[in-house]
């Protein structure tokens, strides 16, 4: 039988390398998106997946070499111009592989722009924790994660901000991690 929790730690041990200061994106940012958060959010498309779920939306996202760099700083003044924004969101791609850059991101908007922070994860609340790290700083900078792998036998689409069954909407108390509640 397969050890999903130890592979799943060995994927999130994954991370992509950038240069100090940079993030890798998938695409441009998404500004008055409505589907993956609470209120107008902006989304940060992240880029590199190690899942590769079956029936993934964003296939295009997996490649940790393609999408394009883009400096951290460029990121934070192009984010200062979305104003009547409620929240940023990390979606993916896989945004726990850039975790640290990702934390940074996060607690830039909180501080300076005022908004909450959502996160999409293929990889579990639990495989995050007990993996620590970077991964774990940049949870406990976010208000709540989508976690769970994308499975396409469990695809449910009335599901609030979630696709599959499996997948839960985890409310956190940030700065601690801790799930404050679950959807």
């Known amino acids: 039988m397969t050890d999903w929790k130890k592979i799943s730690l060995e994927k999130l041990a994954k991370q992509l390398e950038t240069p100090e200061g940079y993030i ?4 441009p940012l ?13 989304v940060l498309w992240t880029q590199g997946c190690p899942n590769h779920c079956k029936g993934c939306q964003n296939p295009e996202t997996w490649d940790y070499k393609a999408g394009y760099l883009a400096k951290i700083d460029d990121v934070k003044q192009e984010l200062r111009q979305f104003r009547g924004q409620a929240g940023l969101t990390f979606c993916g791609g896989e945004p ?3 975790a640290k850059a990702c934390k940074e991101i996060a607690d830039w908007c909180r501080q300076e722009m005022g908004w909450n922070v959502w996160s999409f994860s293929g990889f579990t609340y639990e495989v995050i924790k007990e993996y620590g790290k970077g991964p774990w ?8 994660l989508i976690d769970g792998p994308f499975i396409l036998s469990q695809r449910d689409l009335s599901l609030r901000f979630r696709g599959s069954k499996n ?8 700065g601690k991690g801790e799930i404050l509640s679950i959807e």
């Open 24 to 27: 890798r994106l998938s695409a």
């Open 30 to 42: 998404e500004h008055d998106n409505i589907v993956n958060g609470d209120g107008l959010r902006v």
């Open 96 to 98: 726990f592989v850039q």
């Open 137 to 144: 700083d940049f949870l406990k900078s976010l208000d709540a």
């Open 167 to 174: 997948q839960r909407l985890l409310h956190l108390k940030q």
